[in-house]
Every structure is written in structure tokens, then in C-alpha cells.
């Protein structure tokens, strides 16, 4: 599988904006997807994951209400859609693939490029 994520950019707080994550190669059937996140200095985190079989998703409570992810199977790409963004949302957004259910990032097989984030107060 591989991972192609697109859509960050600078924007001010309380914007939105929306990243997309292009996947090639083998289906996607049977994987879990996600978004990270790395600011500076931090380590990567887990912002949403998404089931591509059934739809289901997860959010840990930093992203919960704010962030949506969602998928397009006719397009094999998965979206994260963040609004009321901070400047605490200020990093790179990575996309990811895993064989499992699993909010480990060490769990996740495949890794896409980070796409920058930056949000201005």
C-alpha cells in the first residue's frame, strides 16, 4: 500500500481545513487508516481512525468533535476534516494503513508523507 497525503497548509485559528490521503497498490479491504500527527519536539500521535470495511471510527479526545475522518471507496482515499482548528493543531498530519483495529503507531504498516499544518492565532 502506499500513501499519499495532501491538503495542509497555514490557516488562523477557528479556520477549517480538510487533508486527503490518495492510496495505491493492493485493496484497501481489511485495513484500518488513519491520521498522526507529530508537532515539533512531541512525539507522534493518533488523531482518527477509520475501519475501511465497516466505517467505524475513533477519536481520541484531543480530535473528538472537531475532526472527522471519512473514506471514499470509489476513489481509495480517506479525508480528515478538521475544524475550529488551534495552534496546538500545528503540525505534520501523516496518513496511515494497519492489518488491525489499533491505536498503536507502531502497529500501522504503511506511512504516507506528512502534510504540513500550521495554524496561527
Known amino acids: 500500500v502506499q500513501l499519499q497525503a495532501s491538503g495542509g497548509g497555514l490557516v488562523q485559528a477557528g479556520d477549517s481545513l480538510r487533508l486527503s490521503c490518495a492510496a495505491s497498490?493492493?485493496?484497501?479491504?481489511?485495513?484500518?487508516l488513519a491520521w498522526f500527527r507529530q508537532a515539533p519536539g512531541k512525539e507522534r500521535e493518533l488523531v482518527a481512525r477509520?475501519?475501511?470495511?465497516?466505517?467505524?471510527?475513533y477519536y481520541p479526545d484531543s480530535a473528538k468533535g472537531r475532526f472527522t475522518i471519512s473514506r471514499d471507496d470509489a476513489k481509495n482515499t480517506i479525508g480528515l476534516e478538521m475544524n475550529s482548528l488551534k495552534p496546538e493543531d500545528t503540525a505534520d498530519y501523516y496518513c496511515?494503513?494497519?492489518?488491525?483495529?489499533?491505536?498503536?503507531?507502531?502497529?500501522?504498516?504503511?506511512w504516507g508523507q506528512g502534510t504540513q499544518v500550521t495554524v496561527s492565532s
Open positions: 496511515a494503513a494497519s492489518y488491525h483495529w489499533t491505536a498503536v503507531r507502531g502497529q500501522y504498516n504503511y
Open positions: 477509520i475501519n475501511w470495511d465497516n466505517g467505524l471510527t
Open positions: 497498490g493492493p485493496t484497501l479491504s481489511n485495513y484500518a
